[in-house]
């Protein structure tokens, strides 16, 4: 898979924001995505998991936010946990073509364990029925949640396509 393509692809989704701020859900972020509340840049006994994390600011964030050159750290240490869950979870995705693996990634980027919830479309997408796959995603919380995300994955599960 392009990882350039997928980096663009979630910037593009997620946006890249380098202040913390909260999400459509009220949830603190930063980055691209980056959820604060679930994954913070420390410990919660101080263990700094990036070297530039500050355990003395809420979830380590360093005074004046991050850089972009932090950001697409964090983004790519992001991207690489999300294909090592769907490596162990959801095997069937290596056999997409490239687009639709990238779909599947960027659902699970946002999701990542929710994602195992989609049993139809799932099924669908193991089926190979790619008109029933893109239903249940529009058909989703997701969907109403995201808006022309969720359009924009579901044309390209349904067509193996990027979309214009």
């Known amino acids: 898979m392009n990882l350039d393509k997928l980096r663009s692809?979630?910037?593009?989704h997620e946006g890249l924001r380098l202040q913390k701020y909260q999400d459509?859900?009220?949830?603190?972020?930063?980055?691209v995505g980056r959820n604060l509340i679930d994954e913070p840049f420390?410990?919660?006994?101080?263990?700094?998991?990036?070297p530039w994390a500050d355990a003395t600011?809420?979830?380590?964030?360093?005074?004046?936010?991050?850089?972009k050159t932090q950001a697409m750290?964090?983004?790519?240490?992001?991207?690489?946990d999300t294909l090592a869950f769907l490596n162990s979870q959801c095997p069937w995705w290596q056999?997409?073509?490239e687009v639709r693996q990238r779909a599947v990634v960027d659902l699970a980027f946002n999701l990542m364990r929710k994602l195992l919830g989609f049993h139809n479309m799932i099924?669908?997408?193991?089926?190979?029925?790619?008109?029933?796959?893109?239903?249940?995603?529009?058909?989703?919380?997701?969907?109403k949640?995201?808006?022309?995300?969720?359009?924009?994955?579901?044309?390209?599960?349904l067509t193996g396509t990027d979309a214009s």
């Open 95 to 97: 056999g997409l073509n």
């Open 42 to 50: 420390i410990t919660p006994d101080g263990m700094k998991l990036f």
């Open 145 to 157: 949640q995201t808006g022309q995300r969720a359009k924009t994955l579901s044309a390209m599960l």
């Open 123 to 143: 099924a669908a997408i193991r089926a190979k029925d790619w008109r029933l796959a893109s239903k249940e995603l529009l058909n989703s919380k997701f969907a």
């Open 24 to 31: 459509s859900v009220g949830v603190w972020s930063i980055g």
């Open 73 to 80: 750290d964090v983004l790519d240490e992001d991207i690489a």
């Open 57 to 67: 600011q809420p979830y380590g964030i360093p005074l004046g936010g991050l850089t």
């Open 9 to 12: 692809q979630l910037i593009r």
